[in-house]
């Protein structure tokens, strides 16, 4: 785009109005600046007055100042009207405290209406009035302004058309009274929702840490845009002062605290100094009073813009931190104040009196990027409360299962219980009955008969083991099994030896145990009953899971054309139900009965 001089021209006032928050005035715009001065405590025009003092303008703060701010004391301006002005506009851009406009006599504008009488305060607002259009020479405009605690403030008065005066009024208000009731708004909405979240999370002291920040904010703020004080000056002046020195430490101890810092110093330092700050403006007299501010918020703000520093430097170095909020919010306060510092201290007057502040720019910024910080922990504190709950309800419902799964198998076990009792309590009564009727047979005199009855009682008593005992290991039943052997053998006059080899011992089921016991004692029964025998030997080995009982005798030996008897084909039966190998051989003399048994194949039969 073809940059032209008028285009060039545009954006040297755009900047300047920016900056400076002023335009160089066109031709058809007058500045009045030679005017007469009369200080004096009247409210309306000292017409009649003769001590009027030439004076130039611009009015610079400073002068007039105030020993008692319960007093209104005013300081009026007049110039004489010129040809020319009917119909046109009146504009004052800066002023202090309040300000009324008058011609002659007759009241044009300036000072606002007051409820319950309050005092006015109209030093913010910047002031476009329209002149009569019956404007005859020789009349004066008055202006009447309010000495404040700086004294009295007031720059050239601009007279020229409406229309070449109003973009720069609207400018002007914008950027000094409304910009400052957007930003009263914007801390007032983000206080009163940080004040809910600190209602929600009542322990979280960051929250209300922020609430009493933006309270203190928006009450500071309201300063540059109220038309009235609601009591007097001084205890006005001492709460604003007051809430924007101890806004230095909440902004501070807040940002710790969010940022997890320790610095116990720097936060009792800056109490401190709030403290002090309070005592000097409850007690300072009013003359002194702006001075004495000044010098207390000076040590404030040299440790805040520290603090800001180091904020700024941890937060904006690479990598980038979670934390980014925080020195973005610093960057564009120090950017702010930079500015303030440069027009108040480093610029012409002149220029200073055209300038307009940017430092309550800086409350929407902060309150905004601290409250996002604000959310984002509040967020992330649900979402952790809702995983916990998750898993908090994951864990209720493993135990609930884990607790039924308990009961039931606790309810399975009594129940077997019982039925154990039940049974034990059958066998019992069933060892005690029947038991008793074959002891009282085997002590009869029968030999054949006492001896069947003794195999009965050994039978129902390996059954009632059977069922009530639990696994056997391999070298506790070798050890019944040869023992029940050496009993029998040896009670029979038989002479009985044995060996045991066992690789391990593994746990046998009742079950096995059973059929085992019952197959050896059948062998030993035949050897008593058809063998003609005078010795046995009795050998056990176990080895890669299985299983090998052999049992020989010196008897006559087997016939091997003779059909099986009842005792042959009950121990085929029982290898069968083990899975089990058995053989016969004649060793001549006598004969070997072998068992091969595999015990890792054996289930409970």
């Not at 009263?184 to 002291?205: A, H, N, Q, V, Y």
């Not at 005992?469 to 039943?477: M, T, V, Y």
């Not at 099986?564 to 029982?574: E, V, W």
């Amino acid at each position: 785009m073809r940059l032209t001089f008028s285009t060039y021209i545009r954006l040297v006032s755009l900047v300047n109005l920016m900056w400076f928050g002023t335009i160089t005035c066109a031709s058809e715009i007058q500045l009045i600046q030679k005017v007469d001065r009369l200080a004096t405590d009247k409210l309306t025009p000292p017409t009649t007055a003769e001590a009027w003092n030439p004076f130039h303008l611009p009015q610079y703060p400073g002068d007039f100042l105030p020993e008692n701010f319960r007093t209104r004391k005013m300081v009026w301006y007049r110039f004489p009207v010129e040809a020319g002005w009917s119909g046109q506009a009146l504009y004052i851009y800066r002023h202090n405290m309040s300000l009324a406009v008058y011609l002659d006599e007759q009241y044009l504008g300036g000072e606002p209406e007051t409820p319950f009488g309050w005092r006015p305060i109209t030093w913010n607002a910047p002031v476009l009035l329209d002149l009569p259009v019956d404007l005859n020479k020789g009349q004066f405009i008055y202006i009447r302004l309010e000495s404040g605690p700086s004294g009295v403030l007031l720059p050239p008065v601009e007279i020229g058309p409406r229309e070449g005066l109003k973009d720069r009024y609207e400018w002007r208000r914008l950027m000094q009274t409304e910009s400052s009731q957007w930003a009263l708004t914007i801390c007032l909405i983000m206080g009163l929702l940080s004040f809910w979240l600190w209602r929600k999370r009542p322990d979280e002291k960051l929250y209300l840490r922020f609430t009493l920040l933006c309270a203190c904010y928006s009450l500071s703020t309201s300063f540059a845009f109220l038309t009235f004080i609601p009591f007097d000056l001084r205890p006005w002046l001492v709460l604003i002062h007051t809430v924007s020195d101890w806004s230095n430490y909440l902004l501070v101890s807040f940002v710790t605290l969010a940022l997890g810092w320790q610095m116990p110093r720097l936060l009792t330092s800056l109490k401190w100094l709030a403290i002090i700050a309070t005592l000097v403006h409850l007690i300072v007299p009013d003359s002194l009073f702006l001075l004495s501010a000044f010098l207390v918020m000076a040590p404030q703000q040299l440790l805040l813009t520290g603090f800001g520093i180091l904020v700024l430097w941890r937060t904006l170095r690479p990598p980038p931190s979670p934390q980014l909020w925080f020195g973005l919010a610093f960057a564009g306060m120090f950017i702010f104040q930079g500015h303030d510092a440069f027009i108040f201290f480093l610029s012409p007057r002149e220029q200073y009196i055209e300038a307009i502040n940017w430092m309550h720019l800086s409350l929407p910024l902060v309150a905004i990027a601290f409250y996002s910080h604000l959310l984002t922990r509040f967020v992330n504190a649900l979402q952790d409360s809702e995983a916990l709950n998750s898993e908090l309800e994951s864990r209720v419902r493993e135990t609930t299962f884990a607790l039924e799964q308990s009961y039931r198998e606790n309810r399975q076990m009594e129940l077997e219980r019982a039925a154990a009792e039940e049974r034990s309590k059958i066998y019992r009564d069933l060892h005690d009955d029947v038991g008793s009727r074959l002891v009282s047979i085997i002590h009869t005199d029968n030999q054949q008969t006492s001896e069947l009855a003794r195999d009965a009682l050994e039978s129902l008593r390996q059954t009632i083991h059977t069922v009530n005992h639990q696994d056997e290991s391999l070298k506790d039943f070798v050890a019944n099994l040869t023992e029940e052997a050496r009993l029998r053998l040896n009670g029979a006059g038989l002479a009985f030896s044995s060996s045991a080899a066992l690789e391990s011992d593994p746990a046998l089921a009742p079950s096995v145990t059973y059929h085992l016991s019952r197959i050896v004692r059948e062998l030993i029964s035949n050897i008593l009953h058809h063998a003609n025998a005078t010795g046995v030997e009795l050998a056990i080995s176990y080895q890669d899971n299985n299983l090998s009982i052999s049992i020989a005798d010196n008897g006559e030996g087997l016939d091997p054309v003779a059909p099986d008897s009842g005792g042959l084909a009950n121990i085929r039966f029982r290898a069968e139900r083990l899975k089990a190998e058995v053989h016969w051989q004649n060793t001549a003399p006598g004969t070997r009965c072998v068992l091969h048994v595999p015990i890792q194949a054996q289930a409970r039969l």
